[in-house]
């Protein structure tokens, strides 16, 4: 029994659940994660509880909506890809050309879902949530979850026509909406203090970013980055500095001299 724990495959995911698992409880008991909350007092079990209901029926809708298409586009042959090791630039050009068209796609039907009929209906539900956690990401009506998720098989069928797409780019694009998704919903801000004010990395989206939009509701509608916001002018004014606050809650206190 002892060899197949340290041995076999499920040894690989056990250790692996047990990794996080301790990484979890360590970063409770130290106070890791709770100096990084972005709003440290939004937490409330009511949403909580509805965020979980709305998310078990739009993932069993959203399945159907997304899924069946999907699965009979590729039957047909209006979606493939390339099978067999690809050069790894072709998988990064690829992944990026994904990457850059979903932030696009996102950024204006996100703007888009925040007017009129179209925000009452359609988006409002996801915003139920001010101060967003990982079951936000699924608390959405299972149109939105349509919106979003069908660019997938959208990209995949106009690729299919142009140059079908590699099994390993797939390998990344299929998880990444997932993801990301988790990861701007925490409500937790990992990255480091400096992240806004490089130039490389200040138009890729953190989580106190998405977390404003949540807050505030009228900026911050970049999915993947910050790119439309920066050039529309859409980005919330004192997103920077209210970052270095949540950074700033995160720093060990000075020492004390002693006195003289």
């Avoid at 159907?64 to 630039?89: C, E, R, V």
């Avoid at 797939?170 to 997932?178: E, F, Q, R």
């Avoid at 509701?217 to 002018?233: E, K």
């Amino acid at each position: 029994m002892l060899d197949d724990i340290f041995s076999s495959e499920k040894a690989i995911q056990l250790w692996l659940v047990l990794f996080l698992a301790s990484v979890l409880v360590g970063g409770i008991v130290t106070g890791f994660f709770k100096a990084r909350k972005i709003q440290p007092k939004g937490f409330k079990w009511k949403v909580f509880r509805n965020e979980g209901i709305f998310g078990m029926v739009n993932l069993a809708v959203s399945a159907f909506l997304i899924g069946a298409p999907t699965a009979w586009l590729t039957s047909n042959g209006y979606i493939a890809t390339t099978k067999g090791a690809a050069d790894w630039w072709t998988i990064a050009f690829e992944y990026a050309l994904y990457f850059f068209l979903f932030d696009t796609w996102f950024y204006w039907l996100h703007r888009a879902m925040h007017q009129g009929r179209f925000y009452t209906y359609v988006h409002k539900l996801h915003h139920l949530s001010t101060s967003p956690n990982l079951l936000t990401t699924l608390s959405v009506n299972p149109l939105e979850s349509l919106i979003n998720g069908g660019f997938v098989p959208l990209f995949l069928v106009a690729m299919t026509f142009i140059a079908p797409i590699s099994e390993q780019s797939m390998a990344l694009i299929t998880p990444t909406n997932i993801i990301m998704g988790l990861y701007v919903h925490s409500g937790y801000e990992f990255f480091p203090r400096w992240w806004n004010k490089s130039w490389a990395t200040k138009w890729f989206i953190t989580t106190t970013f998405h977390d404003q939009h949540h807050k505030y509701f009228t900026a911050n509608f970049g999915g993947y980055t910050t790119i439309w916001d920066r050039l529309c002018g859409t980005m919330r004014p004192k997103f920077e500095q209210d970052y270095l606050k949540v950074k700033d809650r995160a720093r060990p206190a000075p020492a004390l001299e002693p006195a003289e």
